[in-house]
């Protein structure tokens, strides 16, 4: 490691871990005193402390993030059903005072609005947090509003599967853990009944600065493909 104080905290901490050892044996060959090296020895180890205290609450965060959205997941399957299941009721009762009741918005007339288009040009980064934060653009047809934007992801080459419904044209995702390898992301507009095609497949592979698993993560390539079936995409099921 070079003689400078490096610029990352990381850094700084391994510097000083690997410098004190040097100087305590003898601090006045280098003109400091056994004081002066002992108040440094003392700083960074509490600060080894509180960097690894900080990622292990880092990483309890994730873990609970990813663990609500698995349970946000789970909810929207078994809530899907359940609408669906008030939607045929209802259509088939031939009563549309239902659909107020129910507090569900009836179906629009067919042939009202063209389906919406697929999002394309999907892009990514890392946003203050470490999260990362995917965009895209669409192009809708007049006549189509209301767009909701269905995200589902695919951790190290597993099944996709759905993380987040927005109204926006990016989202947030919290919940890539260190260690993830890789994280691809396909988006599908979708209005009332109708669904668009998938998107591009945004495959972004994710590189490990410091070493000893506490320096983070950082983007290291990102590449698109087919979203479609041709491409392989494998849904959860």
Known sequence: MGNNIPSKKLDQIVWFENHY?????????FG???????????????ARTAYNNAQTAKLAAKNATTASDEGAGA???????????????????????????????????????????????????LDGEGNVLVKWRTSQP???????????????????????????????????LYGTQTATYIVQAKRGRQTSAPSEALTIRFGRAGGGGGGGMFIQSIQ???GDG????????
């Open 142 to 176: 007049a006549g189509v509003s209301g767009v909701i934007y269905f995200v589902r992801r695919s951790i190290d080459g597993g099944p996709f599967t759905l993380i987040d419904s927005v109204g926006e044209k990016e989202m947030v995702d919290e919940g890539i």
């Open 230 to 237: 041709d491409g392989g995409v494998k849904m959860a099921a």
């Open 32 to 46: 400091v005193t056994t004081a002066i090296v002992s108040s440094v020895k003392a700083a960074t180890i509490a």
């Open 75 to 125: 909810m929207l399957d078994v809530g899907r059903d359940c609408v669906n299941m008030i939607k045929a009721f209802i259509q088939n009762s031939n009563n549309a005072a239902l659909w107020g009741q129910a507090g569900i918005e009836p179906p629009m007339p067919p042939g009202t609005a063209p389906a919406p288009t697929a999002p394309y040009e999907l892009t990514a980064g």
């Open 224 to 226: 698109t493909g087919p």
């Open 21 to 29: 050892p040097l100087w305590e044996t003898t601090p006045t060959n």
